[in-house]
């Protein structure tokens, strides 16, 4: 029976992608673990492989194709010995108008390539392709009980061939809590009421690719729901920079050169271990708190930015740190980051001092707890312990928090550990 290939959700954020390349054309013999096509999402290019063995009988979406949306049947594989001539040709609505109504026959021939519902195991759904449910369906299998081999552990064809018979598990249906009336969000003029404002003046009108609209939404969602309150401190730098003159004099034969925000970053995960409670992340009706130190940079490119995420921190030296920062910037600005490497993390940093930017409040990237804003080091007249006015190099930093993962005090006893980390650096490396 003639399997469905649909467009593949690549990140938990992915709602609609650019069918880029095809790397297979009709006709095409395909294993599971073949590269079909190049999927352009909001943040990179990745290349979707096979999840089933077949031939491509027919591809649905050309590529180039923009805003095709995720489980848009994009192309259809065949059994051995099926034929091509068993697909109608309208087996897939084209992806602006996708519906889940089955295609209607057509010069009498219709085919049904409608799969049984996905399972569920323990509330969550279990990955599986289409062929591998009709199969499991016909034998009797619960697919909830089979260890998949297909990518990120999806139940393919083989596993399920391979699996004995046994009783179909029957999924309890979620439990649905009703949701609490909310007043409409304001809404702002619309595009065409903008644009009329604008008539008879210059412009150059710029369509938002898929980055920049996930950029608006994530950020429009974080400053509407997510409760912030920002906390305020002065670091001086003066020992951490003389610090970093001596390592990097020492590391020279290495080809290492620390920066300061190799420093920020190892200064936030040892908090993070001091402050266990701030470690944490908001998960709609509960908090999380992690126990390693997953610290997110925000990197700018072209068009955007990424936020990719530094794992483990707190157990990584500072040339380790500074070298896996270098590789995932570039790989980011290339847009060649996979999705586990800019998702995730608990706390985030967005250093803007090189720009020469003294202080700013930075926007929290949910589920984050919390984000630092970094400004520039400056010389600046303080008062010494000697009550003696002295110059000493100072950094503006500015902590955004989530309140609803953590209160004032604990966001200050947090800020106050990267402070100390920052202001006393041998003893991070203790």
Same mark, same amino acid.
């Given at each position: 029976m003639p399997t469905e290939i649909l467009m593949p959700a690549l990140s938990p954020t992915m709602e609609e992608g650019t069918l880029a390349k095809w790397l297979v054309k009709e006709g095409d013999s395909v294993a599971s673990g073949d590269l079909l096509a190049e999927i352009e999402t909001d943040k990179a290019t990745m290349e979707f492989e096979a999840v089933d063995e077949g031939v491509v +009988?027919?591809?649905l979406v050309a590529e180039g194709s923009e805003g095709v949306k995720v489980n848009t049947p994009i192309a259809v594989l065949l059994e051995d010995g099926e034929s091509a001539d068993a697909i109608s040709e309208d087996a897939a609505p084209p992806p602006a108008a996708v519906s889940e109504v089955p295609p209607a026959p057509r010069n009498g021939k219709a085919v049904n390539m409608a799969a049984p519902a996905a399972p569920v195991k323990d509330g969550a759904r279990v990955f599986a392709s289409p062929l591998a449910r009709r199969i499991a369906q016909q034998k009797g299998l619960d697919l909830a009980g089979i260890k998949g081999s297909g990518p990120h552990g999806r139940v393919v064809k083989a596993d399920v061939e391979k699996a004995e018979a046994q009783p179909t598990a029957t999924a309890a249906a979620p439990k649905i809590e009703a949701a609490a009336p909310s007043a409409a969000m304001p809404s702002g003029p619309s595009a065409d009421a903008i644009t009329k404002m604008y008539e008879g003046r210059e412009y150059e009108e710029i369509s938002l690719d898929g980055m920049r609209k996930t950029i608006a939404a994530r950020l429009t969602e974080a400053k509407q729901t997510v409760p912030h309150f920002y906390l305020r401190r002065d670091i001086k730098l003066d020992a951490l920079l003389e610090f970093r003159a001596t390592l990097n004099g020492q590391l020279v034969e290495r080809g290492v050169k620390l920066s300061v925000n190799d420093f920020i970053i190892k200064a936030c995960a040892n908090a993070l271990q001091a402050v266990p409670a701030a470690n944490s992340v908001w998960a709609g009706n509960r908090i999380l708190q992690l126990t390693p130190s997953d610290v997110a940079v925000a990197v700018a490119i072209e068009g955007g930015l990424f936020t990719p995420v530094l794992k483990d921190a707190h157990q990584k030296s500072l040339s380790a740190l500074s070298a896996e920062m270098k590789d995932l910037a570039t790989r980011a600005r290339d847009r060649k980051l996979a999705p586990h490497e800019y998702q995730g993390g608990s706390f985030a940093i967005s250093n803007? +001092?090189?720009?020469?930017?003294? %202080?700013?409040?930075?926007?929290? %990237?949910?589920? *984050?707890?919390? #984000?630092?804003? !970094?400004?520039?080091?400056?010389?600046?007249? #303080? !008062?010494?312990q000697d009550g003696q006015v002295e110059v000493a190099t100072i950094m503006s930093v500015t902590l955004?928090?989530? *309140?609803?993962?953590?209160d004032g005090a604990l966001g200050a006893e947090l800020l106050k550990a990267i402070t100390h980390n920052l202001e006393n650096p041998l003893a991070m490396l203790a």
């Open positions: +009988g027919k591809i803007l +001092g090189m720009f020469g930017i003294d %202080n700013f409040d930075a926007v929290i %990237n949910p589920p *984050h707890g919390a #984000i630092l804003a !970094v400004g520039a080091g400056s010389k600046k007249p #303080i !008062v010494g955004s928090v989530d *309140h609803r993962v953590i």
